[in-house]
């Protein structure tokens, strides 16, 4: 006798066959699934209850003041690298700090003057890792009276040591007359003696810029007067020079007899 097919029919099967047919049957929807849960012994899991208007308000509230909490303490974090950063400019600017060395002016000041009192040019000085750049003493100058005095004063003896180094440079005669290894003959080194005359006019210029007193003298209507003085060396001349050379002294010798 055949039995109805229905839902226990799988039952008929074999056992292994039974167990695939349950493993293998859809299981659909909630009531399914929590059936299935509850027959295992787990927990269903909860629904999350819905938060009140009142709640939701307060959850936003708390929200928006965690963050801007957050926020206010990016910003002062930014504010802060800020005002550190102007400060380190302000600092850089009035040349207390190179990099990361602190410029001690109360120590630098008095050797940069010192320097420049014995003929020392600032931008030499200032090449010298230890101190700042020219930029920056120049700053100190329109900032502190009192260092500004002091500069005007070095300047004034850097004028005196330069013209005095004129008159040093005139009177070192050596390398003016070198000897040929060849020939043995005494030739004079015109190279030496232009090099010399540029020093000391490099110089006279200089201290005439520095200091009013080696400035070139003025006319009673102010206009300026430039004394240009000649030298001649009479080693550098032929006979026939020579002879020019002498009755151009007598000419000029008889003027200026008349005119006295």
Known sequence: MTKNAGPDSHLDLPLESARMARELTPRKGRKAAGDNATQ???????????????????????????????????????????????????????????????????????????????????????????FPPPSTVLFWLAKEPLFAESYRHARESMADVLFDQCLA????????????????????????????????????RMAGKISSKYADKAAADGTPVTVNNVTINARDLDADQRDKLRNLLLVARANASGEG
């Open 40 to 130: 295992s012994g787990e927990e269903k899991p909860k629904r999350r209850r819905r938060m009140t208007p009142e709640e939701k308000a307060a959850w936003r509230a708390e929200r928006d003041k965690a963050q801007a909490a957050e926020e206010s303490l990016v910003w002062a974090d930014i504010r802060e690298r800020g005002q550190a950063e102007g400060r380190k400019g302000q600092l850089k600017r009035q040349g207390m700090i190179h990099g990361h060395a602190l410029y001690n002016r109360d120590e630098l000041i008095p050797i940069i003057l010192d320097r420049m009192a014995n003929g020392e040019a600032l931008a030499n000085i200032c090449r010298e890792k230890q």
């Open 169 to 204: 440079i005139a009177d070192d005669a050596a390398g003016d007359v070198i000897q040929n290894a060849q020939t043995g003959e005494t030739i004079v080194n015109h190279a030496n003696i232009a090099r010399a005359k540029l020093r000391i006019e490099t110089r006279f």
